[in-house]
């Protein structure tokens, strides 16, 4: 399974743009990048998830290079509602059934 | 919409006791998955069930076991608790049509404390 690297923390103000970067430089060609969401006590929450170039939803935009070695969550006008955990997982390939491995998320922190 | 259910949603176990936890995906959902999040850590995969046959297996303890039954739900059971098995245990499904459809739909977990 592909190894993820994010910052371990980050911290915003309500209302700005947040980007979260994650490394992974041994992605499989049949791996998808997925993000999840996670508050305290509850089960991650689905974010996003894509193979190549940008996607968009009404929550987030993912940015992923050509090479695949790297992506980048795109958080638009932050809210405190969004101080949580945010993990960057590689995986999923041909069948979308393997399972996830999360690695260390990012610790986000909004402040007013 | 309906979503995963997780029980019990708290359950207190002495050292060496031995619990049980259950997961009903959702409906039609034919892959389930179980992770452990010890407190302040990261979520552990423990194991996957698609079509009721074991699908992948992660850090999974061999006091541990699971299944998944005809109906789709599907059970942790774990025998010798020790205090480290302290931990909130979610279950998650899914029901993927092919590449990169494989969202996971994510419990509210059941949290485990052993004395």
């Known amino acids: 399974l592909a190894k993820t690297t994010q910052p371990i923390s980050m911290d915003s103000y309500e209302g700005q743009e947040v980007n979260i970067t994650c490394s992974h430089n041994n992605i499989a060609t049949n791996d998808y990048i997925t993000w999840y969401q996670q508050f305290p006590s509850q089960g991650p929450r689905f974010i996003i998830q894509?193979?190549?170039t940008k996607v968009t939803n009404e929550v987030a935009s993912l940015f992923i290079p050509a090479d695949r070695k790297s992506s980048t969550l795109s958080l638009p006008r932050v809210s405190l509602s969004d101080t949580a955990v945010y993990y960057c997982?590689?995986?999923?390939?041909?069948?979308?059934?393997?399972?996830?491995?999360f690695g260390s998320g990012t610790r986000l922190q909004v402040q007013p | 919409a309906a979503g995963v259910i997780q029980s019990p949603r708290h359950l207190i176990k002495e050292k060496r006791e031995t619990a049980t936890l259950k997961c009903y995906p959702i409906?039609?959902?034919?892959?389930v998955y179980w992770y452990q999040q010890g407190p302040g850590q990261d979520p552990q995969f423990l194991i996957s069930f698609y079509e009721k046959m074991q699908s992948d297996k992660g850090s999974i303890p061999d006091r541990f076991s699971a299944q998944q039954f005809s109906d789709y739900h599907s059970e942790l059971n774990m025998s010798s608790l020790e205090l480290g098995d302290s931990a909130l245990y979610f279950c998650?499904?899914?029901?993927?049509?092919?590449?990169?459809?494989?969202?996971?739909?994510f419990g509210e977990g059941s949290r485990l404390t052993v004395l």
């Open positions: 894509g193979y190549k």
């Open positions: 998650a499904s899914s029901n993927p049509s092919g590449p990169g459809t494989g969202e996971l739909f």
């Open positions: 997982l590689v995986g999923v390939g041909d069948t979308g059934r393997r399972a996830l491995t």
């Open positions: 409906p039609r959902h034919d892959t």
